[in-house]
């Protein structure tokens, strides 16, 4: 299983980022996916979650609204737009697969690459 997060840079408030993960090694299908953050002194967590089918999604509440999650299992990738961005969004973003995803939370990260770095800042 391997998973490549892109998409990273520095974005000014306010302003929109898109992340993508491409995944190999697998069929993207078999897993619930998600995105988690880290930032310095702080546990990773899940920012936004989708099931395999794409038919249910998880965000946190400092994102709700703001980022969309989406997957395109053909294509083996996830996706997320990130919009009215805010310097409390900044951090190394990293593409999961997970164990026991809901709608309540997106569960633990069971694969996961390397991550790409969002700095929100003016």
């Known amino acids: 299983v391997q998973l490549q997060a892109s998409g990273g840079g520095v974005v000014e408030p306010g302003g929109s980022a898109r992340l993508s993960c491409e995944a190999s090694?697998?069929?993207?299908?078999?897993?619930?996916m998600g995105w988690f953050r880290k930032v310095p002194r702080q546990e990773r967590e899940g920012v936004s979650c989708?099931?395999?089918?794409?038919?249910?999604?998880y965000y946190d509440r400092a994102v709700e609204g703001r980022f969309t999650v989406s997957r395109d299992n053909a294509k083996n990738m996830l996706t997320l737009q990130m919009n009215a961005l805010q310097p409390e969004d900044t951090g190394v973003y990293y593409c999961?697969?997970?164990?026991?995803?809901?709608?309540w939370g997106c569960g633990s990260m069971h694969h996961w690459g390397k991550g790409t770095l969002v700095t929100v800042s003016s």
């Open positions: 090694g697998f069929t993207l299908d078999t897993y619930d």
């Open positions: 989708i099931d395999r089918n794409g038919w249910n999604t």
């Open positions: 999961a697969t997970l164990y026991g995803f809901s709608v």
